[in-house]
C-alpha cells in the first residue's frame, strides 16, 4: 500500500497541494499534520509508523516534510525500513526500495543538513560583524531610556500600580515590571 505524509509548519499554512500530490501517485491514506518539523513528538507521524506494513511504501512531496534534521530523517526512515516499507520523496525523486534510490537518499539528506549548517554560519558571521559596527540586532525596547527613568519616577514617588503604568505608556504589565 503506498501511504502518504503531509505536513506544514504552522496553522495558517495549507495542506491541500500536498495531499493533492500525493494522492495523485496513488496513496491508499494520508496522514496529515500541522506542526513544525522539529518537533519530536507528531501524533499524526507517529500512527502511521505504527500502522505500516511489509511492502508498504510511505510516499512525501519533499523529504524535508518528514524532518529538518539529517539525523531525525535518518531515524525516521530508519524506523520506516524495520517497518519492512519504503520511503519515497517526490520532488527528490528518491526511492528506498532500490539500492540506488538509498544511495541518493543520504546523498541529498547529507547536502540538506551541510546547507543548514553553513546557512546558520553565515547568519552568526553577519551577526557578529553588525555588532562589530555597533549595530545591536532585535527589536527595538518598548520603553525608551528616559521613558524608562519616568515609569520608575511614577511608581517609586507617587505610588503608582504596573497595570495604571502599563495603560499610561501603552505596553504590557510585563514590560513594566522589567523596566
Avoid: W
Wanted: overall charge positive; aromatic content about 6%; proline content about 2%.
Amino acid at each position: 500500500m503506498i501511504i502518504g505524509y503531509a505536513r506544514v509548519s504552522t496553522e495558517d499554512q495549507h495542506l491541500d497541494g500536498q495531499i493533492f500530490a500525493l494522492e495523485s501517485v496513488g496513496t491508499g491514506r494520508v496522514f496529515a499534520e500541522k506542526i513544525s518539523g522539529t518537533k519530536k513528538t507528531r501524533p499524526e507521524l507517529s500512527k502511521m509508523i505504527d500502522q505500516l506494513r511489509a511492502g508498504d511504501v510511505v510516499v512525501v512531496t519533499k523529504y524535508d516534510r518528514l524532518s529538518r534534521s539529517l539525523q531525525d530523517l535518518l531515524t525516521i526512515v530508519e524506523a520506516i525500513r524495520e517497518k519492512g516499507a519504503g520511503f519515497r520523496s517526490l520532488a527528490e525523486d528518491i526511492d528506498t526500495t532500490t539500492s540506488a534510490g538509498r544511495l541518493v537518499f543520504h546523498v541529498f539528506a547529507s547536502i540538506a543538513q551541510f546547507e543548514r549548517e553553513r546557512i546558520a554560519e553565515r547568519t552568526k558571521e553577519g551577526l557578529a560583524a553588525a555588532r562589530k559596527r555597533g549595530r545591536i540586532g532585535g527589536r527595538p525596547p518598548a520603553l525608551s531610556q528616559e521613558r524608562r527613568a519616568e515609569v520608575q519616577r511614577m511608581r517609586d514617588q507617587e505610588g503608582r500600580g504596573v497595570a495604571e503604568l502599563a495603560r499610561l505608556f501603552m505596553v504590557s504589565p510585563n514590560t513594566i515590571r522589567r523596566a
